[in-house]
Each structure stands twice: as C-alpha cells, then as structure tokens.
T-cell receptor, first 113, second 114 residues
Framework: DSGVTQTPKHLITATGQRVTLRCSPRSGDLSVYWYQQSLDQGLQFLIQYYNGEERAKGNILERFSAQQFPDLHSELNLSSLELGDSALYFC????????????FGEGSWLTVV | GDSVTQMEGPVTLSEEAFLTINCTYTATGYPSLFWYVQYPGEGLQLLLKATKADDKGSNKGFEATYRKETTSFHLEKGSVQVSDSAVYFCALSEGGGATNKLIFGTGTLLAVQP
C-alpha cells in the first residue's frame, strides 16, 4: 500500500459526459501528479500540483482540468469524453525535493462507451 | 526533450533464468533513474532507484546500475520466479527546475513460466 488513495477504482460512462477522479496523497506529501496510461500512448504525464499551485503541465487536453485543494487532495476533471479517453488514470504524490520518490495510487479505470 | 527507451517485450523466461531488461535514456541534466513494476491488475510500485552516476539500486533480488557513460540503467535479476511476472517500467526524473515529474519508457512485459 503506497498510501495514495484514488476513487473511484472503476468508472463506465458515455461519450460526451463529464467525470471527476479523486486522489488523496500520502500523509505529508505536498506534490500531486496525474498520469494517463493507455495502450497506444503508454504512461503520459498530465499535470503536477504543489501545495495547491500548478507546478508543471504535460500532455493534458483542454477538455481536462485538475486542482488541488487546501487539504491537499486533488481532483482530475474530464469533460466531453471521447472513446479515446478510456484509460487508467494514476495519481501519485511525493514530498518536496527534486530527487524524492514518487508514489503511485492503484489508479482509476475509466471506460467511455 | 528527455526520454527513456526500453527493450521491447514480451520477455518470456523459465523460472530461475537470468533476467536483463535494457533501458537507455536521453537527458540534458543529471536525472535520477527508477524502475517501477506493475503487477497484473495493480498500480505502479517503485522497485528501485539511483540518483547519481555509478549508484546501484537494488530490491527483491533486482539490481540496476546508473551508467552515465552509456546513459543506461539496465535491470537485472539472477534467478526469476513466476511471481516476478509483471510489466516493468524504466523512468527518469529530470532533476532540475521546479518539477521532479517522471518520464517513463514504454514498459516491458515479463512472463515467467514454471
């Protein structure tokens, strides 16, 4: 158990809909990261937040957005969903420090039908 | 930009065989290097890491040495078990700037047969 908690574990929704994925980081971790894992794209970095502020942005679509709240939990919002958004979405967290280990949650499986 | 290249899978071995999974990287700075493992139906777990040249990371019988001269971080295990069957990801953290986000390779599926 990494200490990173993600909900829901599985989600099935229709095209055009909007979903929210939730992440609770490990106790004491200020950084939260979101990754997307799909068969064709592999593991892609989406976005990082540090203590409520956006720190780095990767291959995140404009239809997707994220935020980190004062209690440090984070949410990834996916809207106008397309079939190609079906993937495993990972949240991860770490402490401050450029060489610190990043710990991953078990992921949220999103299926768009 | 920075990138990681892993050997293609799947790799199929018999129990107790020697394992090598090749990983090379391209980076402008001095990255930290990692191996993560994903068991079937589970999330990513850190297997081992190395933060500077010539460091050796090790865990659960797996080892990898940070080779700056060859920009490599190959994963090895002397005797694999069926329980080692999983997808293995090599990754780097750029080690500079404001973020330590990870850049992953494509993953290598390892299947160990009894």
């Amino acid at each position: 158990d990494s200490g990173v908690t993600q909900t829901p574990k599985h989600l099935i929704t229709a095209t055009g809909q909007r979903v929210t994925l939730r992440c609770s980081p490990r106790s004491g971790d200020l950084s939260v990261y979101w990754y997307q894992q799909s068969l064709d794209q592999g593991l892609q970095f989406l976005i990082q937040y540090y203590n409520g502020e956006e720190r780095a942005k990767g291959n995140i679509l404009e239809r997707f957005s994220a935020q980190q709240f004062p209690d440090l939990h984070s949410e990834l919002n996916l809207s106008s969903l397309e079939l190609g958004d079906s993937a495993l979405y990972f949240c991860a967290s770490s402490t401050e420090g450029i060489r610190n280990t990043i710990y991953f949650g078990e992921g949220s499986w999103l299926t768009v039908v | 930009g920075d990138s990681v290249t892993q050997m293609e899978g799947p790799v199929t071995l018999s129990e107790e065989a020697f394992l090598t999974i090749n990983c090379t990287y391209t980076a402008t700075g001095y990255p930290s290097l990692f191996w993560y493992v994903q068991y079937p139906g589970e999330g990513l777990q850190l297997l081992l890491k190395a933060t500077k040249a010539d460091d050796k990371g090790s865990n659960k019988g797996f080892e990898a040495t940070y080779r700056k001269e060859t920009t490599s971080f190959h994963l090895e295990k002397g005797s694999v078990q069926v329980s080692d069957s999983a997808v293995y990801f090599c990754a780097l953290s750029e080690g500079g700037g404001a973020t330590n986000k990870l850049i992953f390779g494509t993953g290598t599926l390892l299947a160990v047969q009894p």
